[in-house]
């Protein structure tokens, strides 16, 4: 396969032109792995010592509890990073198993390494450097999310944050699977509870757009 077609479509690389790319890696060392399905990437504890790039397929990051019980953390399709927020800092150690759900292909640059790309490629800098944000940001709004002791009142402050159209909707920038991954829940639980909130008269949500009929009701979640 050319790992270059596929490289640049991932958010770390984007944006660079494949040719520039090509000229860039003839100064970077980099490794190109295939893995076949079940195949043990990186186990949890390792140092993360490498930027993993998926470039086809799709892993998993899983991870044993206490109990000895298997729980799925999340998937990750081709073509993006696995674990970039985790290449630097004091603990950068994988916090999950990752396995391959099928046949994949992993790019990986190892740390050294990838220092020197961000240098050649200011591109790529700016880019992982929003990958890094975002996914501080992305953390921040789930521990404020957290605080809330229910769904209901955890998609009552997602809704209040949302700006109000012309006609008085909202629009959801999220699909209720993301919604369901910030909140820490099922993606079923929250379809259930915004047909407790429309049940109960607070809300109307349609393809995606909510309007809210009753904000003091929606406030009163948060004392649930």
Aim: overall charge neutral; charged content about 25%; glycine content about 6%.
């Amino acid at each position: 396969m050319d790992w270059i077609n596929n490289a640049v479509a991932c958010p770390v690389l984007k944006g660079v032109d494949p040719q520039r790319l090509r000229e860039v890696f003839t100064d970077v060392h980099f490794q190109v792995k295939k893995y076949q399905q079940e195949d043990v990437i990186a186990q949890q504890g390792d140092e993360v010592n490498c930027l993993m790039i998926l470039l086809k397929g799709s892993v998993r990051g899983e991870m044993t509890d206490y109990s000895g019980r298997m729980i799925k953390i999340e998937d990750i399709q081709a073509p993006k990073p696995i674990a970039g927020a985790f290449l630097f800092g004091r603990q950068n150690v994988y916090p999950v198993d990752i396995i391959a759900n099928e046949s994949s292909v992993i790019l990986k640059i190892f740390r050294d390494q990838f220092l020197k790309l961000l240098q050649l490629c200011p591109t790529v800098q700016l880019n992982y450097l929003n990958l890094i944000s975002t996914k501080a940001q992305f953390l921040s709004n789930k521990i404020k999310f957290l605080s809330f002791k229910t769904l209901k009142g955890k998609i009552a402050h997602y809704i209040l944050q949302l700006e109000i159209d012309e006609d008085g909707y909202m629009l959801l920038p999220q699909t209720q699977q993301a919604m369901a991954d910030l909140f820490g829940a099922a993606r079923p639980s929250v379809a259930r509870a915004f047909g407790q909130m429309e049940a109960e008269g607070v809300l109307e949500l349609s393809n995606r757009r909510v309007k809210v009929f009753n904000r003091d009701n929606l406030l009163a979640y948060f004392k649930e």
